[in-house]
């Protein structure tokens, strides 16, 4: 049994990898599929949110669950968070997977990893300044999300060294150019990662399901 922790893209809750998360605890993992802080359900606790606030959502549930050996999988903007988590709970965490993701480095945001076009979209802001809007064709469930965890540049403590076994898993369907195929192109030469192209869209868990379902059993076998 491999422990699966997942945490969405911007905007979106746990409820985005609801039929991943069935598949995974059909074939026997433990799967705890995370809403950030000041998203979704928890929209209302959005109030001084940043990175580190959503690192720490990822530890705390390592720790209050006793979990080692974790598979942390971030999609998009989770890319960000998994890496923090990593380093800060290095001793609960084996495996890192990426879907369509940001991958930073020490001093990295992701506002200045990602494109022009996507920095457009965090400067549209709520009434209140603090939150990025949700784009229009994004599920109704989607909320505003926090835009100081967007901004706020990632302290690591280390290379992740520990980290066994490192994914990532590129959308090839993107309509529009990707911002993430600078990405993947690079990964995809280095000898410490194991790479994927999806025939899907960004949101590989609805696009290209058993896809994805069968990288993450794989990741679990080596576990």
Do not use: K
Not at 55 to 79: F, K, M, P, R, W
Not at 104 to 124: A, H, I, K, M, N
Not at 203 to 214: C, F, G, I, Q, T
């Amino acid at each position: 049994m491999t422990t699966f922790v997942l945490i969405p893209g911007m905007c979106h809750g746990g409820w985005c990898f609801e039929q991943l998360t069935e598949q995974l605890r059909a074939h026997g993992h433990r799967v705890f599929p995370l809403t950030p802080t000041g998203v979704g359900e928890r929209v209302h606790l959005s109030h001084g949110v940043n990175l580190d606030t959503h690192i720490q959502d990822v530890t705390a549930v390592l720790s209050a669950e006793n979990i080692t050996d974790a598979v942390l999988v971030g999609h998009s903007y989770g890319g960000m968070v998994i890496t923090g988590a990593a380093d800060r709970a290095a001793d609960r965490v084996g495996s890192l997977v990426y879907i369509d993701a940001v991958v930073p480095g020490p001093g990295d945001s992701c506002f200045t990893l990602v494109s022009d076009r996507e920095r457009q979209w965090y400067l549209d802001v709520v009434d209140t300044g603090d939150a990025v809007r949700p784009l229009p064709f994004f599920d109704p469930r989607a909320t505003p999300h926090p835009i100081a965890s967007v901004l706020q540049p990632l302290a690591l403590s280390g290379d992740l060294g520990h980290i066994r076994r490192r994914e990532y898993v590129y959308a090839a369907g993107w309509e529009t150019p990707s911002p993430f195929t600078e990405i993947y192109q690079r990964l995809r030469d280095d000898d410490a990662w194991t790479t994927h192209a999806l025939d899907g869209g960004h949101n590989l868990m609805r696009d290209a399901p058993e896809d994805l379902l069968r990288v993450l059993l794989n990741v679990a076998e080596s576990h």
